[in-house]
């Protein structure tokens, strides 16, 4: 898959504001939390450190190499660089990461839960679940140690006690893998407050029959 090989820099810059300000006005990210990275060759075009994603031009966009020096921009890059990196060493298909603190998933990321919804037929074919990956401290080695048990298996993960990752072949794509895990988990409180004593369960053979769609479906 070419990727992002002929696509103009400034087209790059453009798709990584779009998904920073959408996640904005959806409230994923917090005035400084977050950060969205497009792979180009050997160059990671990615958002800055400490920088506002309502406010965040093209021209503020910055561009690294795989060992995160930075080689476009004046602004310092994200210590969560090798988190965005680890994830295009592992998976061709991957040409963009994005990284947010979306209230439902970073809620189940602080209790160490990962999430799986046999009630959900969507959930089951769109993801099958979500992991979570132990603890390590934000912008250290530590949070990448279990992305290559996951990563390469799942489109979705939370961070423990942190927040939520998500990899696509665009900014919106993975931006969107994460709006949709946000929506089921809106839908799964609801119902646990509402119904706590309904059994919403699919049966087993139609859960079998969900999960080889979704294994279909990613090839």
Do not use: W
């Not at 998904?19 to 959806?26: G, P, S, T």
């Not at 930075?70 to 295009?88: D, N």
């Not at 409180?189 to 059994?199: A, G």
Request: hydrophobic share 35%.
């Amino acid at each position: 898959m070419a990727g992002y090989d002929n696509v103009p820099d400034y087209e790059i810059r453009r798709q990584i504001v779009e998904v920073a300000q959408m996640m904005n006005r959806k409230g994923l990210v917090g005035t400084y939390e977050g950060n969205i990275s497009v792979l180009k060759g050997d160059k990671v075009y990615e958002t800055p450190s400490g920088n506002s994603k309502e406010l965040l031009t093209e021209g503020k966009i910055i561009c690294v190499d795989r060992q995160g020096k930075v080689l476009e921009g004046e602004l310092a890059p994200t210590s969560e660089t090798p988190m965005h990196t680890i994830c295009y060493t592992l998976r061709d298909d991957v040409h963009s990461v994005v990284h947010c603190h979306a209230p439902y998933c970073t809620a189940f990321a602080q209790a160490s839960m990962e999430y799986d919804d046999p009630a959900s037929p969507e959930f089951q074919i769109l993801f099958g679940k979500v992991p979570c990956l132990k603890y390590g401290t934000p912008g250290s080695p530590e949070i990448i140690e279990e992305l290559p048990k996951y990563i390469k298996d799942y489109d979705v993960v939370f961070l423990a006690n942190h927040g939520v990752l998500a990899v696509g072949s665009t900014p919106l794509e993975a931006y969107s893998r994460i709006m949709s895990v946000e929506m089921l988990l809106q839908v799964y409180f609801i119902r646990k407050m509402l119904f706590p004593n309904v059994e919403c369960d699919l049966p087993a053979d139609e859960i079998a029959k969900l999960a080889k769609m979704h294994d279909e479906k990613r090839g």
